[in-house]
C-alpha cells in the first residue's frame, strides 16, 4: 500500500533561516504529490502540488520537487517568517482506479518559527 | 464565498451516546471524505464517498457511519461503538486531485 513519510519535528527556527522538511513516499504506480499546511485550530490548506516526475510545486516561497529516482518531495523555503508556524503535511494520491482522490498522509511536522 | 462548512465547532459526547458532526459544501464537488486527526499522528480516512448515495469505509471506518443523500451534504455519526472518539474530525471535498477542507469539529467525551 502506500506510504508517507515524513522528517520528525517539532522545528523550531529563527526568523529568515532556511527551512527543509523532508518527505519519502512509497506508492504504487505514478502518484501526485502534495504539501497541505494547517495553522493553529483550523482545517488544512494546500500549500503546494506535483503531478509528475520532476515538476517543482511552488507557492508563497515554498518549493518542492517530484524526484522519482529518491521518490522524494522535500519542503523547502529560502527565509522563513514567524507567520509561517503551523504544521505541514506531506501527503499523495494515486490518479486512476477506485483509490482516485484518496490522500495518504504522512504524521505532520510542527514548524515554530522566532522572531 | 465557496466552501466547506463544518459544524459544530467543538462537540461533547456523553458515555453511549451517538453524536453526528455535520458537514456541507457548496463547491460542486462530487468526491467527499471524513478525517481523523490524533496529536502526532496525520490523518486517518474513515469514510469517503464519490457520489451521491454511495459511500466506502476508509481505513478507521470501525464505531463510525455516514450517509450521502444529498450531493452537498456527508454527516458523520460517531456511535457508541467508538471506545476512542476524542480527536479532531476534518471533512474534505473534491473534484478530482486536490481536496479542500473544512475547519474541523474537535470532539470531547464528558
Known amino acids: 500500500g502506500n506510504s508517507v513519510t515524513q522528517m520528525e519535528g517539532p522545528v523550531t527556527l529563527s526568523e529568515e533561516a532556511f527551512l527543509t522538511i523532508n518527505c519519502t513516499y512509497t506508492?504504487?504506480?505514478?502518484?501526485?504529490l502534495f504539501w497541505y499546511v494547517q495553522y493553529p485550530g483550523e482545517g488544512l490548506q494546500l500549500l503546494l502540488k506535483?503531478?509528475?516526475?520532476?515538476d517543482k510545486g511552488s507557492n508563497k516561497g515554498f518549493e518542492a520537487t517530484y524526484r522519482k529516482e529518491t521518490t522524494s518531495f522535500h519542503l523547502e523555503k529560502g527565509s522563513v517568517q514567524v507567520s509561517d508556524s503551523a504544521v505541514y503535511f506531506c501527503?499523495?494520491?494515486?490518479?486512476?482506479?477506485?483509490?482516485?482522490?484518496?490522500?495518504?498522509f504522512g504524521q505532520g511536522t510542527i514548524l515554530t518559527v522566532h522572531p | 464565498d465557496g466552501g466547506i462548512t463544518q459544524s459544530p465547532k467543538y462537540l461533547f459526547r456523553k458515555e453511549g451516546q451517538n453524536v453526528t458532526l455535520s458537514c456541507e459544501q457548496n463547491?460542486?464537488?462530487?468526491?467527499m471524505y471524513w478525517y481523523r486527526q490524533d496529536p502526532g499522528q496525520g490523518l486517518r480516512l474513515i469514510y469517503y464517498?464519490?457520489?451521491?448515495?454511495?459511500?466506502q469505509k476508509g481505513d478507521i471506518a470501525e464505531g463510525y457511519s455516514v450517509s450521502r443523500e444529498k450531493k452537498e451534504s456527508f454527516p458523520l455519526t460517531v456511535t457508541s461503538a467508538q471506545k476512542n472518539p476524542t480527536a479532531f474530525y476534518l471533512c474534505?471535498?473534491?473534484?478530482?486531485?486536490?481536496?479542500?477542507f473544512g475547519d474541523g469539529t474537535r470532539l470531547s467525551i464528558l
Open positions: 506508492a504504487t504506480g505514478y502518484p501526485s
Open positions: 474534505a471535498s473534491s473534484m478530482g486531485l486536490f481536496q479542500h
Open positions: 501527503a499523495l494520491t494515486n490518479a486512476g482506479g477506485t483509490s482516485y482522490g484518496k490522500l495518504t
Open positions: 463547491l460542486n464537488h462530487d468526491a
Open positions: 506535483a503531478t509528475k516526475a520532476d
Open positions: 464517498s464519490q457520489i451521491v448515495n454511495d459511500f
